[in-house]
């Protein structure tokens, strides 16, 4: 059984879909791990850790399940190590740089506030596989959020350094986030089924939950509306490819091996 | 082992009817076999001992994130990369657990810090070998993880009830570091030519500086006869190292790999191999600073200690207006 359980919806568009969401956990997971033994203190390196692991995790569901749906024999790990960065689906947001640690908080802040909001609609999704998908990576994204947001507001309402870091992140990804909550048509054929929400209808609860936290936080959110698009079609930014090269070195260079 | 010859200001071990009365009351509960709590008396050079080898732990665990993070990024799947993580965090843990022990004797975990960032406290040599192919992440697991649980199993009925509870936290975590390591290497000692090759090349380059890892032989060390009459250590080096041996010999066996040493032999008479010693040049430079790694390693630590000073100092400043604030409202309020 490879056809998608919801025959109002194209294989097509529910292979997209759930690559959209495995390709963001991956590529942010990624990015979080590569901070592991370098974080400011030692807490942190734990929690970095955490995150990433609980990423990985999620990927691993969501690409698994596309890799079942597309029923073409390609795994979860056959996706993430064997597609160049034409294929991937990530947001954009998720292959910025780590840059310093106020640049991964905020991106982590922004990006958990997103897809807290993502998992607790997806929880109700009218396909079992991704509601129950949902479920569990709501928890772990839960607590993230928590952590991101709180401290956000320590590091803004902080020193004047801190507050100084913390707004020029913002500053730099607000443009990053746009993208996360326009829909094209493999949105819209997917809303309609009522697997996924619209993305657009995330962006006020999105807005309302960092507002208030972004207040605490003594940061201004940017006036520029200004969104780079182009993750959802495969149109990336430099960084994906070298970040590609180097999550996906073995299995190019041993093509075939059992690890 | 992650501690490695640590000194204990004694010049000999004395017996009983040397020690003052406190001393004395002291050495018989730990013959007897109790625990020493935080808040009770203990001989100075006892708690500066163990503050000395629980903090070289501590920092052991931390740096030891570092060569398992140069091959997290290219874990070659998904399971790997999670698997790896798990195990990095575990170590970040451990690192936690210790330096909280550490604090139970009166010294910070900043203070230990800043002895490790200066050179003044050092870490397991071994963390000063690259990792260079993804086999290496395997044989850290299989023998580095293995090395030290040897000692750590031991360290579980040491006499600092802290630092006893701390390990046996960290034993059952360390036994599936072993595993997936080992698992690692059998994956890669039956795959394709090239991963077979990786898997020799690891054991090559890791069988001496793990053997190293248990420190020279201390059969007449003045230091490790105190160490274990305190019981903050159990056995000798060069037990802990023949039974390393004994255990992974048979494991590379299985996993048809070659231990690079030709005077490996069964010696029936002592029931253990004979094998070469590593060498303790090298072990000397390694510590002394001139491994292939020590310039990095440290300098990872201390650029992470540096690039993070603002971020700690946000924290605290937050955390001082916060207080202000909440004592304001409290006057205000009265």
């Known amino acids: 059984m490879s056809a998608s359980a919801n025959p109002q919806v194209s294989q097509e568009a529910m292979v997209e879909f759930l690559l959209r969401m495995g390709d963001s956990t991956l590529i942010l997971g990624h990015r979080v791990s590569e901070w592991c033994g370098h974080s400011p203190v030692l807490e942190e390196d734990i929690a970095l850790a955490n995150t990433a692991l609980d990423l990985i995790g999620q990927t691993q569901m969501w690409l698994g399940l596309a890799g079942e749906i597309e029923g073409k024999g390609r795994d979860a790990d056959k996706l993430a190590f064997l597609r160049d960065a034409v294929d991937f689906r990530n947001a954009l947001i998720t292959e910025r740089p780590n840059g310093d640690f ?4 905020m991106r982590q802040f922004l990006f958990d506030a997103y897809h807290f909001q993502l998992l607790g609609k997806l929880e109700g999704s009218s396909d079992a596989r991704v509601a129950e998908i949902a479920a569990k990576a709501k928890k772990e994204v839960a607590y993230h959020l928590e952590r991101s947001a709180d401290l956000v507001i320590r590091l803004g309402d902080g020193t004047d350094e801190s507050r100084k870091r913390m707004q020029a992140a913002l500053d730099e990804l607000w443009g990053y986030t746009g993208e996360l909550f326009i829909p094209d048509a493999v949105d819209e054929a997917i809303a309609a089924a009522g697997i996924a929400p619209n993305p657009a209808d995330l962006r006020a609860p999105w807005l309302a939950e960092m507002s208030a936290v972004l207040q605490d936080a003594t940061l201004k959110i940017p006036a520029s509306t200004y969104a780079h698009k182009g993750g959802k079609k495969g149109v990336h930014s430099e960084y994906l490819g070298h970040l590609l090269a180097q999550m996906q070195f073995l299995q190019r260079a041993y093509p075939g091996c059992t690890w | 082992m992650y501690a490695q010859m640590v000194k204990t200001d004694a010049d000999r071990v004395r017996s009983l009817d040397e020690m003052s009365a406190h001393e004395r009351a002291f050495q018989e509960r730990v013959d007897r076999g109790e625990k020493i709590e935080p808040k009770e008396w203990m001989p100075e050079a006892y708690r500066k001992t163990l503050i000395r080898q629980i903090g070289q732990h501590a920092h052991s665990e931390i740096v030891g994130q570092l060569p398992e993070g140069n091959w997290i990024t290219r874990a070659p799947t998904l399971e790997r990369k999670a698997i790896l993580l798990a195990k990095v965090q575990d170590e970040a843990g451990h690192g936690l657990y210790l330096y909280c022990a550490a604090e139970t004797l009166g010294v910070s975990r900043d203070e230990l810090l800043a002895l490790l960032h200066s050179g003044k406290m050092k870490y397991s040599s071994i963390f000063n070998y690259p990792t260079l192919n993804w086999a290496d992440i395997g044989a850290v ?5 293995g090395a030290a649980i040897m ?8 006499s600092y009830g802290p630092y006893s509870r701390a390990m046996i936290r960290i034993c059952k975590e360390e036994s599936f570091h072993q595993r997936q390591g080992y698992d690692i290497m059998m994956k890669m000692a039956a795959g394709s030519p090239e991963q077979k090759r990786m898997a020799q090349d690891a054991l090559n380059r890791f069988w001496y500086p793990s053997l190293m890892m248990f420190g020279p032989s201390d059969a007449d060390s003045v230091h490790s006869a105190q160490s274990m009459a305190w019981k903050i250590k159990i056995n000798t080096n060069d037990e802990l190292r023949q039974k390393f041996v004994d ?7 299985y996993l048809g790999l070659t231990i690079p040493d030709e005077n490996l032999k069964w010696n029936e008479e002592k029931g253990g191999y004979d094998f070469s010693e590593p060498d303790w040049d090298e072990f000397f430079e390694v510590i002394n600073g001139n491994g292939p790694c020590n310039k990095e390693r440290l300098g990872a630590r201390v650029k992470a200690w540096e690039d993070g000073r603002w971020f700690r100092d946000g924290l605290n400043a937050h955390a001082e ?14």
């Open chain 2, 247 to 253: 255990q992974t010999v048979p494991q590379a066996k």
């Open chain 1, 102 to 105: 106020g640049m991964t908080l």
């Open chain 2, 151 to 158: 000692n750590q199993v031991q360290l579980q009925k040491t």
């Open chain 2, 321 to 334: 207006k916060a207080a202000a604030r909440r004592a304001a409202a409290k006057i205000a309020a009265e």
């Open chain 2, 141 to 145: 697991g299989w023998l580095v993880d």
